[in-house]
């Protein structure tokens, strides 16, 4: 039996539109070593060349930029690590000096910067994954800094000298601030053995935490101590005077609240240690029963916000091509009632496209999508 075989395009049922009209899509990906910034600032810099050369009713658009993510991200990033500076400044210059709250305010842009520059040793690139990384390590990064800090400040109320002060805090909390970061580390770790596919997903989150957590333990061993050993006495005038004498009342305020409140607290709490120790137990039975009991959702990938909006059809096999279009008419139509309700579809959508007789992704939009 012989048969015949046809080298050519086959007529199907799929089509596409983008705001009205008929369209085709380009998925552009990176060859190389290629930012998506770079890929992103490439391919429209490309459309604005292209489009004054089409024909009329021909056009070209950007569709779906996954680099804006990329950048929101990174500007969340710069976003969170100035803020966390400005806390950390404020909140550590109400109790502390405000000298000793800028040095170890200084540990989070030199842990971060530190990470950034082991990572083409870690074969990390910078992506979301890794940026969401650096986010986490935002509220930890400063913690051992402030340990150390703390010990150095209240050796020199003590009486002891800058140097002086800086070895002996440092041999205070040089054990705990250690097991703490290390715990920190090790808690991390596991991440590093997830096979398969979401391993290599996820490596990049262990990696930068670590080498964050890592480099933050030796700027807080080595030069935050240089730091305030090198330090010079306040001689109570300009600026940092006025600071300093609004900052020991303030303190003089929490050493009160500590004497009265937390140190007969404690006491308490030692004197019925057994008391206190059945009481954290209970709580943590009932926290096990809480989760075990299913009071408190588990979701993996949690529904969160998004700047394209999604609608999938999946009509039965064998429906006619015409009626699966009539139902996307009726979605479109739907799409721009929705727009108008809320501003007109000029304010808030960049374009509406939808594909027919595709088993939809949303990596393109899906069957239809609104951005």
Partial sequence: MAGRVVDGFRETDQEASYNGKRAATVRVFRVGTQTPTQVSR?????????????????????????????????????????????????????????????????????????????????????NMISLFAF???????????????????????????????AIAGLRDVWGPVTFAVLTTVIAFMPLFFTPGVMGKFFMPIPAIVIAVLL?????????????????????????????????????RMLEWLIEKT??????????????????????????????????????FMPRIESDIVVAQLKMPFGTPVEDTK????????????????????AALSRGIFAEVGSSGSSNTGGRGGVT
């Avoid at 930029?65 to 404020?90: K, T």
């Fill in 135 to 165: 986010i986490i390590t935002l509220g930890i990064v400063v913690d051992d800094a402030i340990v150390v800090g703390e010990a150095t400040y209240t050796r020199r109320r003590d009486g002891l000298s800058f140097m002086d002060a």
């Fill in 42 to 126: 490439d391919v429209r810099a490309y459309v604005e060349e292209l489009r004054p050369k089409l024909p009329p009713g021909v056009g070209v658009d950007v569709w779906n930029d996954r680099s804006e993510v990329l950048e929101q991200r990174m500007d969340l990033l710069m976003r969170n690590a100035l803020m966390g500076l400005v806390l950390v400044m404020i909140t550590l210059g109400l109790f502390l000096e405000i000298r000793l709250a800028f040095w170890v305010t200084m540990g989070i842009p030199t842990s971060i910067i530190g990470a950034i520059v082991l990572m083409p040793w870690m074969d990390v690139s910078i």
């Fill in 262 to 299: 937390y140190e007969p607290t404690l006491r308490l709490n030692l004197r019925w240690r057994y008391a206190t120790l059945g009481i954290a137990i209970a709580m943590l039975v009932v926290t096990v029963g809480i989760l075990r009991g299913g009071h408190i959702k588990f979701t």
């Fill in 326 to 345: 009539a139902v996307r008419d009726r979605l479109l139509v739907a799409a721009r009632q929705v727009l108008e309700e809320h501003g007109g579809e």
């Fill in 215 to 251: 480099i933050s333990l030796v700027e807080c061993f080595v030069i935050l101590p240089a730091h305030l050993a090198h330090s010079s006495p306040s001689s109570g005038k300009g600026i940092l005077g006025f600071i300093e004498k609004r900052q020991q009342r303030v303190s």
